[in-house]
């Protein structure tokens, strides 16, 4: 599996945008795709997630009600939608996909596949 995330760029504080996470390969196995980040000089966490077969979604506390974690079939392809931005928002966006269900979905390690990284950045 591959995966390529887009969509990151520069935003002032209340603003939105929306990432994307591109996938192709042997993607038929998928259970969950996530998005983590990591901000400069700190650790990488987890953001969002979707599961693949039945829609649903979980979110780090930090950005429940603002952010939206949605899939497309057609496109193969998973979107995260993030209004009202914060500058503590600010950091390296990674996709990451799972091909197996896991009891620790906010943990780095539960994921096989990640893509590359989108730089979002939130000015005050």
């Known amino acids: 599996v591959q995966l390529q995330a887009f969509g990151g760029g520069l935003v002032q504080a209340g603003g939105s945008l929306s990432l994307s996470c591109a996938a192709s390969g042997r993607t038929s196995g998928t259970v969950a795709t996530g998005w983590f980040r990591q901000a400069p000089g700190k650790e990488r966490e987890f953001v969002s997630l979707?599961?693949?077969?039945?829609?649903?979604?979980h979110y780090t506390d930090s950005v429940k009600g603002r952010f939206t974690i949605s899939r497309d079939y057609a496109k193969n392809m998973v979107i995260l939608r993030m209004n009202s931005l914060k500058p503590e928002d600010t950091a390296v966006y990674y996709c990451?996909?799972?091909?197996?269900?896991?009891?620790?979905?906010?943990?780095?390690?539960?994921?096989?596949?990640w893509g590359q990284g989108t730089l979002v950045t939130v000015s005050s």
């Open positions: 990451a996909a799972a091909s197996r269900y896991s009891s620790t979905w906010t943990q780095s390690s539960a994921f096989d596949f």
């Open positions: 979707v599961f693949w077969s039945s829609g649903g979604t």
